[in-house]
């Protein structure tokens, strides 16, 4: 009777609420040398209700079941809850949202928990709290790590927008997280710049720092970025009770329109990993977009040289449906020199009423297997209406 009851009072929330939604739905087979066959289904379903007593309530659901199968043996299929929560419009761009939800800072971007965002031209913020979602996504609370935190996006002059967060979780381990963020976009003498600081108040250190610029000189494209970090793995992860170094990165890159939609593109890399070892790579290719690019990338560090060559091709067809392939050649040398090869040609269609599908074949070719066949068979179906 009760089940009953709750299903009339779900149905009369939903009557005449407008709906979205979508089904995606993988398959990847997969054969190698070592006459090992893997088979992998992916299935995902996003449901999006609103307009509920008005337009005052919202709801959006998404899970995921995916199974894997190894020669004849077939693991257990798992039932994975992505994100799903229920949203109030309370005031004129003010919400509350309780579920399973997202978090863009700390170790991972999902919790279990209640959050209060305002949004209007100038400026927005959000304060959120709750418990850490299972790392498996699975359909339980995880009550035993707790997360607490609040941004807010502004505009502190024109052409430029910034966030400032703070974060705070508490975790079964002594590992705890407690940092701010800072991050500003913002358009000065025609360059495009950016800058990303994370700063860790536990440990008193920088988390991340980004610094970028760029700028389009009519026929050349120029970008400059920097990049200070130390991972940091969430709890539990087979990288977590390690001592990962610092890394430091300084990109470059000038693209030359040549003619029309052709250019030349270079790039370089630069890893600092201590004040004796550092990694460089470069790049060069051609491109005419978006149908063919070409090119090859070199570089050297970690006791290791390497060489990589590739083509890409792309093909579209009155955005009905689109060709792509490309294949690549790769060598490298630790103690001595190995090669691998691959491909991959692909079909994708366009949504033709609003079902999508696509099609794609790879080969992987190394010193472990004479061949590694990789398929993938994807369908993906949307669909909107009222109740």
Known sequence: MRKLFFIFMIAGFLYSASFTGSLDFRYYPRATSDTTVFHSYFHRTNLGFSQIFGDRLSLFISFYVPSTQNGENLRETEFRFFYGYTEFNLLNGLFFRAGRQFTTFGFGN???????????????????????????????????????????????????????????????????????????????????????????????????????????????????????????????????????????????????????????????????????SSAKEYSLGISLKPWISAGLRFGNGYQLDENFYYVSLNIPFKNILTLYGSTSYHTYEVYETEEAFSWRVGLKTGYFKNLRGQFEIQEFVNEEYNYDYRFLFSLTYKFRGRL
């Open 110 to 276: 999902i919790y279990d928990g209640l959050s209060v965002y305002y949004k209007n031209h100038k400026f927005n913020f959000e304060i959120y709290g709750g418990f850490k979602s299972p790392y498996d996504q699975s359909f339980e609370i995880q009550d035993s790590s707790y997360v607490l935190g609040a941004k807010f996006f502004l505009r502190p002059f024109k052409n430029s927008r910034g966030v400032i967060s703070y974060h705070r979780e508490w975790m079964k381990s002594e590992r705890d997280f407690e940092g701010i963020y800072f991050s500003n976009y913002f358009n000065l003498m025609g360059f495009h710049n950016h800058i990303k600081l994370c700063y860790d108040l536990i440990s008193q250190n920088i988390h991340r720092l980004c610094v970028g610029t760029a700028r389009n000189f009519e026929r050349i494209f120029f970008s400059i970025n920097f990049l200070d970090y130390k991972p940091v793995f969430s709890e539990g992860f087979l990288l977590s009770d390690f001592e990962i170094e610092r890394k430091r990165f300084l990109t470059a890159g000038i693209d030359i329109n040549l003619w029309r939609n052709l250019w030349f593109e270079t790039g370089a890399s630069f890893n600092f990993i201590s004040d004796t």
